[in-house]
């Protein structure tokens, strides 16, 4: 695996943040990143090369973003009441003078609100558009928004398949299933020929969604595949034949951009980066898109970032607002207008092993994922 960096864990990239010392809210992200990956100081420069030429397929650019290239201009710590409280008290867009232009309500990130209409049904499936689910820190909402966003995408009538891609298996034991009983998994179909991926998916509760389950087997896997032949194809080998059955395919990666991720990578049309909305969660954002450029050049051109998703917002914290606020400055149209608000319902659904959708279906949490997948839909010009 010479092209693809080394297995970063969770801790080695929040290597900064356990250090005890103070947060420097005013390095740049990416010098943060360095830090975070090689434990030195911040003091790089701020990152000018994020590629948002990528995002053109989005069709989404309601209006242009200071800063898209040059983030954290604005130091975190030092916000003005104004910026922040427009993220918050969404008040209507204000038209530029001498314009007609129909008011937009402003959304959470501070934009204006795009048009993102009801999906249509499909006549017919496939071939799937493939999401890898991707971030290398934990608990920043990766399992979660594969099962919300894969459960509100098969309400609006998109057959789903869910591919658990991380060894602990949280996503699927969120679905209700038990890991160590599971017969078959994606550790038998990428490192046995004759596993037939039709005997390992399983159906879920979720009319039109199906899982491709995982558990602790798949860290053996992470080792024996790098004695393989295109070990950084297995996935994608594995998930061919399922192209034409669905219409999304959701990776949800592990915490960590080793060969596993990088796998996920190489098998996706598109990533989707889930970021918390607390200081910690930017600094690794620089580092993530690193990878995924790497393998874009190396290993699978057609890979695009879908979206950056701020999840876990809570509007009453200054630190969350000046987060987000963080975030639109530096990545521009890359965050989705959507965003996850913290909610106890999350933790509670996954207890319950089902997806918000169907566990408290007229929740907030319900809904901000339905019109995430509308915005992932449209992003991918599928309306
Ligand atoms: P990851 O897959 O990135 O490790 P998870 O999706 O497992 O992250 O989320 C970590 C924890 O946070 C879980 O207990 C989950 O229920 C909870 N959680 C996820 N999203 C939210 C949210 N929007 N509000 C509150 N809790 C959340
Ligand atoms: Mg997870």
Redesign the pocket.
């Known amino acids: 695996m010479s092209d693809a960096p080394a297995a970063l864990s969770d801790t080695a990239a929040d290597g900064a943040a356990a250090d005890g010392a103070a947060p420097d809210y005013t390095a740049p992200i990416d010098a943060a990143n360095d830090s975070a990956s090689n434990g030195t100081a911040p003091g790089g420069t701020a990152r000018s090369d994020f590629p948002v030429d990528r995002l053109a397929h989005t069709g989404i650019r309601t209006a242009p973003v200071a800063g898209v290239t040059a983030p954290t201009a604005e130091p975190v710590t030092a916000p003005t009441a104004e910026p922040v409280t427009a993220l918050t008290a969404e008040p209507a867009a204000v038209p530029a003078p001498g314009t007609t232009a129909p008011q937009r309500p402003l959304g959470p990130t501070g934009r204006p609100l795009p048009d993102l209409p009801v999906p249509t049904p499909l006549q017919r499936h496939g071939p799937a558009r493939v999401i890898a689910m991707c ?1 290398q ?9 594969t099962i919300s966003l894969g459960a509100s995408l098969a309400e609006y009538g998109r057959r789903v398949l869910l591919v658990d891609f ?1 060894p602990q298996g ?1 996503l699927s034991v969120g679905l209700g299933f038990n890991p160590s009983a599971l017969e078959g998994t994606v550790y038998n179909l990428l490192m046995e020929r004759t596993a037939r991926l039709d005997e390992v998916i399983c159906k879920t509760n979720v009319d039109g969604m199906d899982l491709l389950p995982s558990n602790i087997d798949l860290s053996a896997a992470e080792v024996q595949l790098v004695t393989e032949v295109a070990r950084e194809q297995a996935l994608a080998r594995v998930l061919g034949p399922a192209l034409a059955d669905y219409d999304v395919i959701l990776i ?1 990666c592990q ?1 960590s951009l080793g060969l596993l991720t990088i796998n996920a990578l190489t098998a996706a049309d598109g990533v989707v980066v ?1 970021l918390e909305c607390e200081y910690f969660a930017l600094r690794g954002v620089a580092l993530l898109t690193e990878t995924i450029d790497k393998v874009t050049e190396r290993l699978n051109p057609r890979l695009r970032v879908d979206g950056l998703l701020a ?2 917002y809570d509007s009453r914290t200054l630190h969350a607002r000046e987060v987000l606020k963080t975030l639109v400055d530096g990545w521009g149209d890359a965050v989705f207008h959507t965003v ?5 319902k ?2 509670d659904s ?1 207890v319950a092993g089902e997806p918000i959708t169907s566990y408290a279906p007229g929740s907030a ?1 319900a809904d901000a994922y339905r019109q995430l997948a509308r915005e992932v839909l449209v992003r991918c010009h599928e309306g």
């Open positions: 971030n820190k934990g608990g920043v909402g990766k399992t979660t928004t991380d949280s949800d915490p889930p999840t876990m996850i608000r913290r909610t106890v999350f933790s996954t949490g």
